[in-house]
């Protein structure tokens, strides 16, 4: 059995006011003439489809017409699940009707326990949910983290689940120590995210979506398949592509991740600005999406503006010549034996550049602790 | 056969600040328990079936559900058309797939050629599309008004038909003569809207969306469903639901209206204020939506809030104590006979309480007529 793991397509993706829809498009066709020549027989898509629950028209163009080309033209069935970003709601709208056409729309936890089956396969889906969600649907309000509310999910998972075909588990989440890009927005505020790899020895394969780094992880078994592009400048040097696996009860099982070549990538340039707008400097394409760092540039009314005229796609301007955040280590550290009303009152000094008057003190103080006794007073 | 006729939902309304999500879930609740006593061999939804091009989850869920119920749980053939109202890419959404099953959403004009045939009876589909899509679509400028438009798709289709069948055409648009109510949005602004019945006689009926009246027109083989429920006070006392249509080529066709309860009606009340909160005054429901026309309350600091604990479901509150309006159909006359930059200088007078300074005066009149010579200067 061949697969093809692929997530994180985020479509309608918009970075510092620049939309990726047409990025998006380019890829997902050299995706298609991918899956067409590889004649898998099935596509997992992993979660985040889309970057938000409220699509653009165009996004959900992008999505009908793709998966109409895989599905419905190629004949190959998918599975889906919802992301982080997905609105649950939007993603599994007609997902009945596709069924039959073996397109698999998965965001409900219920359907943790019905594996779809293709020969002696069978993928077991479970779509993002968030604490308090796995909560409510185990109506045991003790789940507390993502570990916890996964292990429940297992437990389910393994009344049904049969030794003896190979399972392969499609979810999008964190697992520990995996790789972080700054484009994955948080599964949670408050609790730990990330989950241990151990959790999934049950399975035989696991296929992920949410980080965005095809190599983020180090484990025989446990695979992200990666972004479908580069969503961030902190992922300007990740490959991005898709994973080719081949599924074999007795031979086991290959994942091989395979690149596919953007329209335009993500550059990050650090460099003094004369150079850059003398091109004394070889960019690998100027016409990729640029994030500057650049020195000395003072002298210049709308240095902006005449990057622009060399490099159209530039995203990012930042001025390096003064090192602000040098000292954000010792912040860190010093952060830990200060008071909290110690913190809120350096960050209220550090951005409004004046001290917290009494009376606010009072009030925060009041707010932070409201059964203390007013100690000032 | 009999064909169900239904159109003009607007899932997702809200009238003055209020969702109409529930009373919608409730009367479709009805109208499908109508469709399973009926068994009609299809249901035909004639355009708006939602109230904007963004519907919320909530109204996505509530058209997904109520479609599954008819269509995959009955197992009733659907035809659906979008109306000036829906926005053409959302609701699409899915129909390669959905077509499968029998469900036809139709959003493109060039499928009017493709009529949905049912044993002896072809359906032919012409979606919403205003004068400029029209225009574009048969790539000729000259198309000005609907009924230019018109008269091209219906020539396009007379190539197709099969005189031998019954023929239906779903479309939305207006009628001449239709009765109108504020609900309906304008389908064009500066252009004639409404088409003549001489039009369609190439059909032996004509299943219409658009019109909330359901006896909008008196004619033969044109019919309005209505919409699904009142969504204009100006549709307080119209009757709503349903048509039932039978279809014979030898005996001719009957569509025959079948009202629905609604949870809530909409009620226009013209009175006192105290003989309103005095109840002296009967209402039909205390929980049905109000739109009170009310003398005499100047005396009271809040009537809103009063009126609420007694009709919860007050929407609106006019006082008519003085009548500002009663001079609106001198106005109305008085138009026809007044130059284009008299209608405006009069409207902005009415509006602002200024007068145009003579610098206005002069490019409004080179706006309505570029040509002319200004005849002023």
Known sequence: MKVIHTADWHLGKILN?????????????????A?????????????DLYDTSYPSKEAIQLLESTTQRINLKLGIPMIMING?????????????????????????????????????????????????ELQAYFEDPEIDTYQDGLERCLAEMKNVLDPSKTNILISHLTVQGGTRSESERPLSIGTVESVTQQTFDMFDLVMLGH?????????????????????????????KGYRCVTVDKNEGHQSI??????????????????DIIQERIEVDNKNNYF?????????????????????????????????????????????QHMSD??????????????????????????IIDPEAKDSDS
């Open 257 to 274: 991740f395979r690149p596919l070549e953007p329209r335009r990538k993500l550059e990050v340039i650090e460099a003094d600005y004369d």
């Open 211 to 239: 980080l965005h780094h095809p190599f983020s992880i180090n484990s025989e078994f446990i695979h992200y398949s990666g972004s479908l592009l580069q969503y961030s400048f902190s992922e300007a040097n990740q490959p």
């Open 35 to 47: 899956v067409e020549a590889e004649q898998p027989d099935v596509v997992v898509v992993a979660g």
């Open 341 to 366: 009303i110690d913190i809120i009152r350096t960050f209220y000094e550090y951005i409004t550049e004046q001290q917290l008057t009494e009376r606010q003190t009072e009030k925060l103080v009041h």
């Open 84 to 132: 982080n970003h997905d609105g649950r709601e939007r993603l599994e709208y007609g997902a009945q009707w596709f069924e039959h056409a073996d397109l698999y729309i998965r965001t409900q936890l219920h359907q943790m326990v019905e594996p779809i089956c293709i020969e002696d396969t069978c993928f077991y889906t479970l779509p993002f949910a968030n604490v308090s």
């Open 291 to 335: 994030q500057f760092k650049l020195q000395n540039m003072s002298h210049v009314m709308d240095p902006m503006l005449h990057l622009k005229q060399i490099y159209p796609n530039t995203l990012s301007l930042m001025n390096t010549t003064h090192h602000f955040a040098e000292t954000s280590t010792e912040d860190t550290t010093e952060i």
């Open 17 to 33: 006011g620049k939309s990726f829809l047409e990025d998006q498009s380019y890829i997902l066709d050299a995706f298609v003439d």
